[in-house]
């Protein structure tokens, strides 16, 4: 299924987009991503990926709403006294993946 709408017009966004010089296509924004979203992108990467998401109202859609997931599970994980909100029929297994989590997020 793609991300981005009906297989239809995002064929046809496609080739419109890949034929207009300094544009990226949907399929290479979402390439980008990670490196968008880590702060990674360099100079030239980051005017491709923003003049794209200016024009894509599906992609800006998109990268709204991972950014907006990320911030909300990070969020999650800020919390305070998060262990001591876990029931007792939750598994240990998972309780020590989700710590092991944090622990390694809090050593970025």
Do not use: W
């Amino acid at each position: 299924m793609n991300i981005f709408g009906s297989p239809i017009m995002s064929f046809m966004k496609g080739k419109m987009l890949k034929h207009t010089p300094g544009m990226l296509t949907c399929l290479e924004f979402e390439q980008y991503i990670d490196k968008y979203i880590t702060g990674k992108l360099d100079k030239s990467e980051s005017r491709l990926f923003d003049r794209h998401v200016k024009v894509c109202r599906d992609c800006r859609n998109y990268i709204n709403t991972y950014e907006r997931t990320i911030t909300q599970g990070k969020a999650v994980f800020e919390e305070k006294n998060l262990d001591e909100a876990v029931p007792d029929a939750v598994p240990s297994g998972l309780v020590d993946a989700v710590n092991a989590v944090k622990e390694r997020n809090a050593q970025l």
